[in-house]
Structure formats: structure tokens, C-alpha cells
């Protein structure tokens, strides 16, 4: 039996906040005592943890593309809490396999997922935690932000944007 998680993908830049995440999923731990793990996943990730969630967070590196969409569409939900980012294309894959989206509520991110997400600030740990556990604990506003992803991410394709750059280009 595989384990409950809560999923990061990503690089470990200073800008992705992957402290601002452990210290809201230690909050979980304390507050709430989910029995999650935090996978941190991608490569230059590595932070330090508390000795009381040492156990509970995992640090997997780089992972292959086959293992990426497993770690996506398993994820009892899918968070990045960045400070800073220029599209954000993992909440899309999230979204594309069905896994709930918690995000920052700055740069690109609210654009790109308007409601099919809960945005958070990333300055506050503890609003990342309470908008994960509302995931984790409502089954109908986990089901609404599934719903809502699935018709968000048919906005994106590869040919509609080559056809849109097109467009822009031959005006």
C-alpha cells in the first residue's frame, strides 16, 4: 500500500520557497497530525527539516518523466508555493491527471489557474497549510478543484499556442 503525500516538482531555487512549504507541512503535522508525507521532488533540493518531520519528508532528487506522472497523479495534492514564477507549468500537469492544485496568489499563477486553484500567499506558512488541509479534509472542494482543473487545462495545447505565436508574429 503506497502512502498518502502531499507532492512538490520542481527545482529547489531560493524563489520556489521549498522553507515556506516544510514549515507549513509541519504546521499539518502539529495541528492536524495527517498522516501525509512531502515529497520533494526535482533536482537542487535540499533544505533542511526539523528533526520532527525528519522522517515525514522526502527528498527523492531528480526524477525521469514515467516517475513524474506517477508522482503527479498520485499526490493527494500538488503545491507550489512560489515567491516568483514565469509560467508554472507543473500546476497544469497536475491539473491534466487530476490532482488538486494549492498555489501562490503572485506573478503568473492566478492567470494562468484563476479558480481551478486555491492561491495562497507564499509569505504565510500557515495560510499554505490551512489551504492544503481544506484539500486534504473536503472531499467537495477537492472534487470542484479536479472539475475545475480538467476544464482549465484544456485552455492550454501546444498547437494553440504555436497558432496564437503565429498570429502575433505575422501581424
Known amino acids: ?45 535540499g533544505y533542511s527539516v526539523t528533526r520532527d518531520i525528519e522522517n515525514d519528508v522526502i527528498f ?33 500537469e497536475s491539473q491534466k491527471v487530476g490532482t488538486p492544485v494549492v498555489a501562490s496568489s503572485t506573478s503568473s499563477f492566478p492567470e494562468v489557474l484563476r479558480d481551478s486553484a486555491l492561491l495562497i500567499n507564499p509569505y ?8 492544503i488541509h481544506k484539500v486534504l479534509s473536503n472531499e467537495n472542494l477537492r472534487n470542484e478543484l479536479i472539475k475545475k482543473g480538467y476544464e482549465n487545462v484544456q485552455r492550454f495545447s501546444w498547437p494553440k499556442c504555436a497558432e496564437e505565436t503565429l498570429k502575433v508574429i505575422t501581424s
Open 1 to 45: 500500500m503506497e502512502c498518502k503525500y502531499i507532492l512538490y516538482l520542481g527545482r529547489g531555487d531560493q524563489r520556489k520557497n521549498i522553507n515556506g512549504l516544510i514549515k507549513a507541512f509541519r504546521i499539518l503535522k502539529q495541528k492536524y497530525q495527517i498522516p501525509h508525507k512531502l515529497i520533494l521532488a526535482g533536482p537542487n533540493i
Open 60 to 92: 527523492t532528487g531528480y526524477v525521469a518523466d514515467s516517475r513524474k506522472w506517477h508522482l503527479l497523479k498520485n499526490a493527494e495534492v500538488f503545491v507550489s508555493p512560489s515567491f516568483y514564477e514565469g509560467f508554472g507549468i507543473t500546476v497544469l
Open 124 to 131: 504565510h506558512p500557515t495560510e499554505i497549510a490551512e489551504a
